[in-house]
């Protein structure tokens, strides 16, 4: 991943994980979406949901599997979100693996808990190697993980 959108997982058990986006006016993004105005753009908010799948992926299969999305299913956007601001990503999988596929039940709130977004998302499981190079995907997972 060359741009991350985690900062932080703060938990992780065997089906679910959560994690921290820490949002700064001085980020890159904000100078043009938009100016005077800064906003996060959804695309990024779905992103780090993402990422976060895919960091709990690679932790679980031992960096053997990957996830490319496939699918959103009903993936609502209910407030826009300015810095400064932290994002709270929760991520439950349950019993929702069927062969290669993996389906996660994302819930994104703020840092005052207000309901950012929510919805599934459709993943395919991939070879983590096809996908990543190990090196500095474990060096970030060592980062991210470092107050659990």
């Known amino acids: 991943m060359r741009y991350i959108f985690v900062d932080e ?3 992780m058990t065997g089906d679910s994980v959560s994690g921290k ?3 700064s006016l001085n980020e890159d993004i ?3 979406h938009f100016p005077g105005q800064p906003v996060l ?3 990024l908010i ?3 949901v993402i990422q976060l799948s895919r960091i709990f992926t690679w932790i679980n299969s031992e960096y053997t599997r990957s996830l490319v999305p496939v699918s959103f299913e009903r993936l609502k956007f209910l407030r826009m979100v300015a ?3 932290i994002l709270e990503i929760a991520l439950n999988f349950g019993d929702s693996v069927s062969g290669e596929n993996l389906k996660g039940r994302a819930r994104i709130t703020c840092g005052d808990g207000e309901l950012v977004s929510e919805g599934s998302i459709l993943f395919k499981q991939a070879s983590f190697g096809a996908l990543h190079r190990e090196e500095p995907c474990k060096s970030l997972v060592g980062i991210l993980t470092r107050n659990l």
């Open 41 to 43: 753009p959804a695309a």
């Open 9 to 11: 997982i703060t938990a």
């Open 21 to 23: 986006k820490y949002l």
């Open 30 to 32: 904000f100078r043009d």
């Open 46 to 48: 779905t992103e780090s």
């Open 83 to 85: 810095p400064p601001s």
